[in-house]
């Protein structure tokens, strides 16, 4: 449920049991993520030991977690806005492993976000709008949840926390004030852990700024294309195969964005992303999860 400072806290039955990783697992270089399921020796005193990670469903390497059902990806149109380039680059990793995506614009209270709403519906992603402060949106939320693991990612000050509380207000989990002079949050969730909301498992994870986005995972050139929900109808259609997407005469993907089928933001983010694949090194794609 919970991995800080070489402990793990595991769920047995009901009950919270800490651990600690077997030296075995190092020489195994296996690292227990959040959301793993695990076998466990306990000890005498009432705590434990990791004995063994069972194989995993799928794993993120930010935010660190394993076996997860869906991303909800936490946004906000004020103090601060989210760059949809980090949303974008966020959703193409979880597109790509498989993973449901949900985009939750928070604080439209302050801010209903028209256009992140417009943009992220138009290319298939169930969208909703919240509020933290008044509740609103809360319970369809819940809804989305319910029987699934999912995790809570975005950049720092979007509220990931404040929509937990809200969910449950008996989690009372640390939320900062986002500096008004620097439009962003600060840090107040530095490590991982699941909660239980009804019958779903929620994980609130760190935020990152731009600068961290930089380090989340990042798909091969090849696959970045079909990580983009609404690329897919016209990824072949294109008149070269091998189409880039990104500047071929003929190319499918480019008309529909010219005709406005396709957001301009969307092929935006697509064309950071494929040059920083393009020009990625292969003892960096070995590091990624």
């Not at 939320?175 to 699941?194: A, N, P, Q």
């Not at 294309?225 to 480019?254: I, M, N």
């Not at 301009?264 to 697509?270: C, E, F, L, P």
Request: proline share 4%; hydrophobic share 40%; with cysteine.
């Amino acid at each position: 449920m919970k991995a800080l400072s070489g402990f793990y806290y595991v769920d047995l039955a009901g009950e919270t049991v800490t651990c600690r990783g077997r030296g075995k697992l190092r020489h195994q270089r296996v690292s227990p993520l959040v959301g793993d399921r695990v076998e466990i020796t306990l000890n005498s005193d009432g705590t434990g030991a990791v004995e063994a990670v069972l194989p995993r469903r799928n794993q993120l390497a930010r935010p660190a977690v394993a076996n997860i059902d869906q991303l909800v990806i936490l946004c906000a149109n004020v103090n601060p806005i989210s760059d949809p380039y980090l949303i974008d680059r966020v959703s193409s990793v979880a597109e790509g492993k498989g993973y449901e995506v949900v985009v939750a614009i928070n604080k439209c209270d302050l801010d209903p976000g028209d256009t992140l709403a417009k943009t992220y519906a138009a290319a298939g992603f169930p969208v909703l709008r919240i509020s933290a402060a008044t509740g609103e949106g809360v319970g369809e939320l819940r809804a989305l949840l319910q029987g699934k693991v999912s995790a809570f990612t975005g950049n720092s000050g979007v509220g990931k926390s404040s929509v937990l509380n809200a969910l449950e207000p008996t989690f009372a989990i640390e939320t900062g004030e986002v500096s008004e002079k620097l439009g962003r949050g600060r840090h107040t969730t530095r490590h991982v852990e699941l909660f239980r909301v009804g019958d779903a498992l929620v994980a609130d994870t760190p935020g990152f700024s731009s600068f961290e986005a930089e380090r989340l995972d990042l798909l091969d050139k090849e696959a970045l294309g079909a990580s983009f929900r609404e690329f897919r109808p016209y990824l072949d259609r294109c008149r070269f195969v091998g189409c880039s997407h990104t500047k071929e005469k003929g190319c499918a993907v480019l008309e529909a964005v010219e005709a406005g089928a396709i957001p301009q933001s969307r092929h935006d983010s697509y064309m950071r992303l494929y040059l920083e694949a393009k020009e990625r090194r292969p003892w960096e794609e070995k590091q990624t999860l």
